[in-house]
């Protein structure tokens, strides 16, 4: 289940940078949940070239994350965010007074980062 969350996360980031019959394929495959055959048959070709041709999409994307990592920074964004909410929120209970000082360095972090890209 992990691998199909992933592949469907980087698909949403670079899904666009794939030729248009690996995009259709990864659509139908993770997105509409069909089989390889079933694939096979709605595009009149074997099992095997519907397999080759998704493990070559899934590794085109990996390639892509890893040159640019735009997925690796939306998680590490999103984690910093939920941190920053966790530091809010003990803020306003009076449970650590310091988090609205932790929230703004975390919050300056994330747009510095974004601002050398």
Do not use: W
């Amino acid at each position: 289940m992990k691998e199909f969350h992933k592949i469907n996360l980087l698909n949403d980031y670079y899904g666009s940078l794939l030729t248009e019959r690996q995009q259709n394929f990864i659509e139908l495959y993770y997105g509409e949940d069909l089989s390889l055959g079933e694939i096979a048959e709605q595009y009149n070709v074997t099992r095997q070239a519907v397999h080759d041709t998704l493990k070559r999409a899934e590794q085109t994307l990996t390639n892509y994350e890893e040159k640019l990592g735009l997925v690796s920074k939306f998680s590490q964004e999103s984690k910093s965010l939920v941190e920053v909410i966790n530091l809010l929120d003990g803020y306003e209970s009076g449970e650590a007074p310091e988090g609205l000082e932790k929230s703004k360095g975390i919050l300056k972090k994330i747009l510095e980062k974004r601002q050398d890209l």
